[in-house]
């Protein structure tokens, strides 16, 4: 499988990278570290993107900067980086080639080659074993974006499907010159005064529900505007009602700018990927969301609350 993939991106005549809309360090880390590998191969790459804005805080990534928002105009091989329905790409469909590259258990094989490790703890996990199996130089370059997309993808290493290979691939990439220490400053200790403020609203208006083991927040369009937020600000910030001490789900429904609704589930072992699936989404065990076109939010997460509730008494 990894090898089939391979010679299909070395066959290629123009690729294009693509990492998921809104993008998480993940997805960046993977297509960013995929980007080096191959052109360092000697082969014509396309890292796309489909949201014009990105979060800074990959802005240190070797290439970073490379990543555009509008298509080539040809391409023969679209390579998909942590993506488990193709509607992520936000890409029309082509005359080309998929090679998609996951880890997620909902994954919808929408490739013409499906490389998907449901085990893995990150898409990151998935490139470094491709690259491994055929016999790829780990460049410092290639080595910070993987440590970047594992780190990121859980935690900083704090939940996820983490094991002792996880642990041996950090170790592997640090020994290729990844700094541990740089990545998780540049990640995780540039946040935005924008991002405090919204940590501050949260704060101030989440609800808990089931005895205060479900914690809930909405951010519609105003919450945004009054703390001067984007969009990429949101990222992972449920997390912070997950970690309160009796709360066992975290449930995050955010207002899109261009109508509808984003939502994010977290648990600390509840499997909130059933309750992703029945809104046609996924994810994984203990975090996982999808998205739902205008409703009313408060009637959502009421629904979304007796779900659980209903799921618990089975």
């Not at 996990?125 to 370059?141: F, H, P, Q, R």
């Not at 946040?191 to 101030?204: F, H, P, Q, T, W």
């Not at 996924?282 to 007796?306: M, Q, S, W, Y």
Request: aromatic share 8%.
């Amino acid at each position: 499988m990894y090898k089939q993939a391979w010679k299909r991106m070395l066959e290629a005549k123009h690729s294009v990278i693509v990492s998921h809309v809104h993008p998480d360090g993940d997805t960046l880390g993977s297509a960013l570290a995929l980007y080096d590998a191959l052109t360092n191969a000697g082969k014509k790459v396309t890292l796309y993107n489909a949201s014009k804005e990105l979060p800074l805080c990959y802005d240190f990534l070797p290439n970073f900067a490379k990543i555009k928002y509008t298509l080539p105009k040809e391409f023969d091989l679209v390579i998909s980086c942590d993506c488990s329905t193709f509607d992520r790409l936000k890409i029309p469909q082509g005359n080309y080639d998929i090679v998609n590259i996951d880890h997620h258990l909902t994954n919808h094989y929408f490739g013409t080659i499906d490389v998907v490790i449901d085990h893995f703890s990150s898409a990151g996990m998935v490139v470094y074993e491709l690259l491994k199996a055929n016999d790829i130089l780990m460049s410092k370059t290639c080595a910070s974006c993987l440590y970047t997309a594992i780190a990121d993808d859980t935690g900083f290493f704090l939940y996820g499907d983490m094991d002792a290979l996880t642990f041996a691939i950090v170790s592997q990439l640090v020994k290729c010159g990844a700094n541990p220490k740089e990545i998780a400053s540049k990640v995780k200790r540039r946040e935005s005064l924008a991002k405090i403020r919204l940590y501050g609203y949260m704060l101030n208006h989440f609800d808990l529900h089931e005895n205060g083991t479900i914690a809930t927040i909405i951010f519609d369009k105003a919450s945004l505007e009054a703390t001067g937020a984007k969009r990429h600000d949101t990222k992972n910030i449920v997390n912070m009602l997950r970690s309160i001490v009796n709360v066992t789900i975290a449930i995050m429904i955010l207002e899109e700018k261009e109508g509808g609704y984003k939502i994010s589930l977290r648990s600390k072992d509840f499997n909130v990927a059933q309750i992703a699936l029945a809104y046609h989404g996924g994810g994984h065990k203990t975090a996982a969301g999808f998205e739902v076109a205008l409703c009313d939010p408060t009637i959502l997460r009421n629904e979304i609350v007796e779900k659980i509730k209903r799921m618990k008494a089975l």
